[in-house]
């Protein structure tokens, strides 16, 4: 399968081209040349099937025509070493918890695997690889430990200082070698900017052998899809429609899950659940999309205020709102109103949420609020509430046990270069690292 790019349907690259330059020269994303539909015999076993054996199936019609179907296996095998289980809450609303890998954020999905892809592209290779990532939280953590020390390749971290949770920023910041965090003297979007200006530049090209590893690379997002068939094959047998709600900053998890319903996936309708950070939700309104600077909240990494991923949505509906409209609603919510989800879950059902998650349940539950016939509810839990303790611990109001591998991080030295939000700052420290 051929990638175009956004902006020039007909600039066409293989999936080693797409993944290694990261974005096209002219500004856009890739996309794939065509979405396949899958087998019906293949959604009626989603229920008997593992989530590797999903992920196998899926990704063979992105990859097989360069990658040997038992690589991609063992790619599998190693990166997705972990699950997705569906947690039901009752009132036919359920929780898909994607926190179980090993950075406890949704985002060790497309990290690990594009990690391992990457290594195969550039295992003859001769040159270094240098990533350049822009984190508002959980990336950074999930690309770092995804490819620390996997050989020939260097990763760059950007990350706006003071935005970021102290359990997040450790995972990234402490680990040295081939991770080198950069803490960016501003917010999320100057990271970003900063990564796709680098990407631009003619003296960096020249020099470096660049790519990204944000969602931006369409290997993370293939790998997102896997997911969504997993949590729909283990919802019970139902008559009800499916409706899933999504926690929403640079919309490549939507992104991810609208892709899978081209693919043949039976879902009714996909919710943007977005934080005050509401530049979809408000397009979805008004037909109007107006990116600006993103706010702080205290669901951090869904604190952005162009997100990039959006581009890609509208050129899968082909910029066509009333089409758009059908598959998604937007959301939004405040912090207030995101602590109290928290309340409320943890009161009404026993659960914990983190604050992203909460974003999510919120979306859902005012969409079920207007339809006269009940549907059934999947929300995402995109990461473990202990990341985020200081919040849920004071609306629980009980203690979050903190997994061990989280923990261990704490005790480390931080490590970071600190730099300012402007784009010379930051080529000079690529030209000169």
Not at 26 to 51: A, H, K, Q, V
Not at 131 to 152: E, K, M, N, R
Not at 336 to 357: C, M
Request: charged residues 25%.
């Amino acid at each position: 399968m051929e990638f175009y790019s956004t902006n020039q349907r007909t600039h066409q690259v293989s999936l080693r081209k797409a993944v290694l330059s990261g974005m096209p020269q002219d500004g856009g994303l890739y996309m794939p040349g065509r979405i396949p539909e899958l087998s019906g015999s293949f959604f009626r076993s989603l229920g008997n099937r593992t989530l590797q054996e999903i992920a196998a199936e899926v990704s063979r019609h992105f990859l097989s025509a360069e990658i040997p179907e038992p690589v991609q296996e063992n790619i599998i095998r190693d990166a997705i070493n972990f699950d997705a289980p569906v947690v039901s809450l009752g009132d036919h609303l359920y929780s898909l918890e994607l926190f179980h890998g090993p950075t406890l954020a949704f985002k060790d999905f497309g990290a690990r695997f594009m990690a391992r892809l990457m290594a195969y592209f550039v295992r003859n290779e001769d040159r270094e690889l240098t990533i350049l990532v822009a984190t508002s939280g959980d990336t950074g953590s999930a690309v770092a430990q995804g490819f620390y020390q996997v050989p020939g390749i260097t990763v760059y971290v950007l990350y706006p200082e003071g935005k970021v949770s102290l359990i997040q920023e450790k995972q990234f910041t402490t680990l040295g070698e081939n991770i080198v965090a950069l803490e960016i003297g501003g917010n999320f979007d100057d990271c970003q900017r900063l990564v796709k200006q680098a990407f631009l530049d003619g003296d960096l090209r020249e020099n470096r052998w660049m790519t990204s590893a944000n969602s931006i690379n369409i290997a993370r997002l293939l790998p997102q899809s896997f997911y969504y068939f997993h949590g729909y094959g283990q919802l019970p047998a139902s008559d009800f429609p499916v409706v899933i709600s999504v926690p929403s900053g640079n919309y490549g998890n939507l992104t991810a899950g609208l892709f899978a319903r081209h693919m043949g996936l039976p879902v009714h309708r996909f919710l943007a659940a977005a934080n005050t950070n509401d530049v979809v939700p408000e397009y979805l309104e008004t037909g109007e999309f107006h990116p600006r600077p993103s706010v702080q909240t205290i669901s951090n990494a869904m604190d952005v205020g162009n997100p990039s991923n959006f581009e890609r949505i509208r050129a899968l509906y082909d910029d066509n709102i009333t089409s758009i409209r059908k598959d998604l609603a937007g959301y939004s919510y405040s912090d207030k109103r995101t602590r109290a989800a928290i309340r409320e879950v943890r009161d009404r059902y026993g659960y914990t949420l983190d604050p992203h998650g909460a974003v999510g349940f919120l979306a859902l539950r005012d969409y079920r609020k207007d339809l006269e016939n009940p549907v059934q509810g999947l929300f995402l839990e995109t990461a473990h509430p202990a990341k985020f303790s200081d919040v849920v611990e004071e609306e629980v109001e009980t203690s979050v046990p903190i997994p061990e591998r989280l923990r261990v991080t704490l005790d480390r030295e931080k490590k970071a270069q600190s730099l300012s939000a402007e784009f010379d700052a930051l080529k000079a420290f690529l030209l000169e690292d």
